[in-house]
């Protein structure tokens, strides 16, 4: 058997924290390594909001680094282990023969009007845009080729795993998260007879890019994932599948569709 290096990244519920105290221990036991800075393994225990998190602290060494999420509440779409099923988790890992799987992520850039040093971000679910107080203006290009002029509260641009996330509140689509794509979304945009958009959600490919140019440089706030940043100046984002992806260890294949029912219609 390896030893693995391993951080266990939690919410503070009471639950999370048991669940966090006993797997360190079996882990422990077991002959791996609890190291919350150079780990190979993430584990995350809380939902889906936790996984999150990790994926944030380790999303600068993503090609060592492998994510596992146990769930101590409702079954989430990041967390495949439950609470009561640590030993099997423990013995997974132990077999070797793991199975991993890695879904695309969101390439986020952000430029700027003043000559700032642009910025760079990466998203697990979406990143969202939105003026602070009047109607936000933008032009959408799609691969360099103006699409249209968007007027309306927002945009969302989600990955494949975050489509039910914020995304599917905003009337995008569920896709399946096998598929490299990103999706572009409107959050109220104004549509009658002088304005016009699509109105309904694009999926773009691996071979294109979203460039979102603001009209004016007022404040805007950019949200990628569970994070707030206000930012003015921008000239323009730029949204594409990414190079780096997210890899899960000792995956454990729930039919996706499933999943799907299971967490928006009801368990039958
Ligand atoms: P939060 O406000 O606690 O999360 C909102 C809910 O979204 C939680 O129930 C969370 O599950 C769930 N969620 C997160 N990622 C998901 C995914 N990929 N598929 C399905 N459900 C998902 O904040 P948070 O936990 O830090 O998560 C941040 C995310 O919340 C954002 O990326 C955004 O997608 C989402 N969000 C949604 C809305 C909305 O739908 N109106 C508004 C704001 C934010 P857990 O309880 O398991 O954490
Ligand atoms: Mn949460």
Redesign the pocket.
Known sequence: MEKVKIAIIHNKTPLSLKVMSELSQKLIASGHEINQTEPELVISV?????L??AFHLFNHKLDQVRFLGV?T??L????DWRDYELDELVASLNTKQEASVRYPLLDVRITYRNGKEPKHFLSL??STIKRNDSTMVADIYIKDEFFERFRGDGLSIATP??S??????IGGAVLHPRINAIQLTEIASLNNRVFRTLGSPMVIGSHEWIEVRLQESDECVI?I??FRLQQDEIDSIYYKIADENIQFASYRHTHFWRRVRD?FIGES
């Open positions: 809380g939902g889906d909001g936790t999150l998190s769930h509440g409702h989430g779409f990041y967390t679910n979406e795993t975050g039910t996330a914020y995304n599917k509140s949200t994932d569970q967490a």
